[in-house]
């Protein structure tokens, strides 16, 4: 069933962006959420050029016990034309954690 990983909202199929907030719908639960409470807001934290920057940022986080998962979107649907889902990566972060997380990532690309 297509979620929502921002409200955590079931749709029908067939569905690709969600009513409420316009997320991208993605096809299932990722473990960490399954896992994880419930009541975590996932956020995602800025759009990364690619996965290899999102795979260094989660190593970051894991190292500092910051759960997060990363996502990576393509054109699958005919909202895709738009362009802004296009093959990018993103990595998602508890909401309480998005601050810190975006200065280890500004800290991260300052470095490279
Ligand atoms: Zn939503």
Known sequence: MPF????KFEYVKDIDVCH????????ELPDE??????????????NLPGRI???????IFDKKGIPSFI???FFSSAYGTR????????????????EECNAIIERMFNNI
Do not use: H, N
């Open 33 to 46: 959420i399954k896992y994880s409470e419930i009541k975590t807001r996932w956020k995602p934290l800025q």
């Open 83 to 98: 362009g802004v889902f296009g093959d990018t990566t993103t990595i998602f972060v508890p909401d309480d954690k998005l």
């Open 71 to 73: 996502k990576s979107t």
């Open 53 to 59: 920057y999102a795979e260094m940022a989660k190593e």
């Open 20 to 27: 409420d907030c316009g997320e991208k719908l993605i096809d």
């Open 4 to 7: 929502c990983p921002k409200c």
